[in-house]
């Protein structure tokens, strides 16, 4: 198994691999227009030329970015498919020189395994901020959200671009960087 970086005609192999988990498990529906915008995000797990896994890293900032939509085939999990796959991110956060990464998952102990820590979610404004207010768990996010690295103290994106009713105060102690 190699990973690699996703280009283009990945798209439509990406987006079958996440819909397969999207009711099963808790990976966010992603849309094809909305995989080929951000293919640069995406790398791919490959077994003799055939796409069996995929993972993004969403880059917030030089403090944050977000390991998502991780996901392997059914034949390909248990013989460390996924830890390639992080590997790969990881390196990748390494050469943008980002701070945290951050992850939201249903399988902590996987995670743990590979340097991650639980933390509160209030801990990850920007992921909050631009993403939780949209998503259709908001108000019923069963995932645990976990770091590897340092945790920021300061947010790039301001309360005032918040739905109130996700963040109705702003963080105590946050600086806004703006």
């Known amino acids: 198994m190699l990973a690699r970086n996703a ?3 990945d798209a439509k192999h990406i987006e079958r691999l996440i819909a397969a988990e999207v009711a099963p498990s808790s990976l966010i529906p992603r849309s094809l227009p909305e995989i080929c915008e ?3 995000d995406f790398v791919v797990l490959e077994d003799r030329g055939r796409v069996v896994g ?3 890293l969403h880059l917030y900032g030089p403090h944050l970015a977000e390991i998502r939509s991780i996901t392997v085939r059914k034949s ?3 013989k460390g498919a996924g830890r390639i796959l992080v590997e790969a991110l ?6 943008q020189r980002v701070g945290c990464i951050c992850l939201f998952t249903k399988v902590p102990e996987f995670f743990g395994r ?4 639980i933390v509160e979610r209030e801990a990850l404004p920007d992921k ?3 993403d939780c207010q949209y998503c259709p768990k908001l108000r019923a996010c069963d995932e645990v959200p ?3 690295g340092e945790l920021p103290n300061f947010a790039i994106l301001a309360p005032e671009q918040v739905d109130a009713r996700v963040f109705p105060t702003p963080i105590a102690g946050l600086r806004i960087l703006n």
């Open 90 to 95: 990881l390196q990748e956060a390494e050469r």
């Open 38 to 40: 951000n293919i640069r």
């Open 7 to 9: 280009i283009l005609p």
């Open 128 to 130: 909050a901020y631009k």
């Open 54 to 56: 995929c993972g993004a």
């Open 114 to 117: 590979l340097g991650f820590r």
């Open 76 to 78: 390909f999990r248990g």
């Open 146 to 148: 976990m770091v590897r």
